[in-house]
């Protein structure tokens, strides 16, 4: 018996599937538009008003308010990510790659504030997928990647290097936290260089190479 062939996708198919994601995209930049503009509490009224189109036709695409802010969080991350490794990968030097990177951190949501409140201050159910905590996952791995280069030319043992990379970046988001609910009471770069200080007295003494 000859084997099933398998059909061909239907045409309409795919260009609705095309249509869906862009379509989505489409919101999740009206979702940042309206949140630039009304600030992080923006309701659905002012994101569909942004978007042109009404919270039914939006909930179309999203099936809740939460499946927006997972896609919303996804893209800043996406971008956040990004730049934090092309500023990790600017040095060869450790010291200047966690300078670089809690400058790109604390430059990225200074300059959108009322984005990094809107996607830090929505509570998901506890099963819920927080991008924002998986990007924290990721950069803590990357800069526990960097810290285990450093400790194996240093000749030391690279155990601790994960959390040492992980405890770096969660002391780096609490502050800008704080630095944010504070009204930014130091400039940007007075808090990345004494972040930048702070994180090296720990991991400079580790990272230096034995002299002989």
């Known amino acids: 018996m000859d084997a099933p062939t398998t059909q061909p996708r239907d045409r309409r198919s795919s260009r609705w599937d095309e249509h869906r994601r862009a379509r989505r995209e489409q919101l999740v930049q009206a979702t940042l538009t309206a949140v630039g503009k009304h600030g992080a509490g923006v309701g659905m009224d002012e994101i569909a008003a942004e978007a042109g189109t009404s919270k039914t036709v939006v909930y179309r695409h999203f099936t809740d308010r939460n499946e927006l802010y997972v896609a ?3 893209r800043v991350a996406e971008q956040l990510t990004r730049k934090l490794r092309e500023a990790i990968g600017s040095s060869d030097h450790p010291r200047e790659m966690v300078a670089a990177a809690v400058e790109t951190y604390l430059h990225f949501l200074e300059a959108d504030p009322e984005v990094y409140r809107f996607v830090v201050s929505h509570q998901l159910p506890t099963d819920g997928d927080d991008p924002l ?4 996952d990721l950069v803590g791995d990357e800069l526990g990647a960097l810290v285990a280069a450093a400790l194996r030319n240093a ?3 690279t155990a601790a290097a994960v959390p040492w990379g992980h405890s770096v970046i969660g002391g ?3 502050a800008a936290d704080w630095w944010l609910r504070a ?3 130091m400039p940007r770069t ?3 260089a004494s972040l930048t200080d702070l994180a090296w007295a720990g991991l400079g003494g580790v990272v230096t190479p034995r002299t002989p």
């Not at 905590?133 to 924290?136: K, M, N, Y």
Request: some cysteine.
């Open 190 to 192: 007075q808090l990345a």
């Open 172 to 174: 780096v988001r609490a």
């Open 72 to 74: 919303v969080c996804t």
């Open 133 to 136: 905590t998986s990007l924290s």
């Open 155 to 157: 000749g030391q043992d």
């Open 183 to 185: 009204d930014r009471p």
